[in-house]
Nanobody, 129 residues
């Protein structure tokens, strides 16, 4: 039984930092891509950052230079360090697993498309004011 459990959400002022964590269990952790998504009220779920099997990252434009995604293979966790937060970062953040690679501009990257992920956590709220 695959389970993803997020933690670390909360409130921050603009310019602040938060770190999200996702603990994964019940599947082959190193065989698929993992990612963080977010969904703001009235908006579609969007990919924020993803990692491939070896932990190589891929970032959406909104996250570049501010967010860092990382895997801890020993602990089976996925983290998202968020710096310089903005009010537009306010959303429910979801951990996703069992994703695939996408071919972009001649190279393979972990996908940030929600339809390419099979397993999802319950979400954690991030509010920036």
């Amino acid at each position: 039984h695959v389970q993803l459990v997020e933690s670390g959400g909360g409130s921050s002022q603009s310019g602040g930092s938060l770190t999200l964590s996702c603990e994964a269990s019940g599947y082959t952790y190193d065989s698929y891509c993992m990612a963080w998504f977010r969904q703001a009220p009235g908006k579609e779920r969007e990919g924020v950052a993803a990692v491939d099997f070896d932990g190589s990252p891929y970032y959406a434009d909104s996250a570049k230079g501010r967010f860092t995604i990382s895997k801890d293979k020993a602990k089976h966790t996925l983290s998202l360090q968020m710096n310089n937060l903005r009010p537009e970062d306010t959303a429910i953040y979801y951990c996703a697993a069992e994703g695939i690679l996408q071919y972009v501009h001649g190279a393979w990257y972990p996908t940030t498309s929600a339809t390419d992920y099979v397993k999802w956590g319950q979400g954690t709220q991030v509010t920036v004011s």
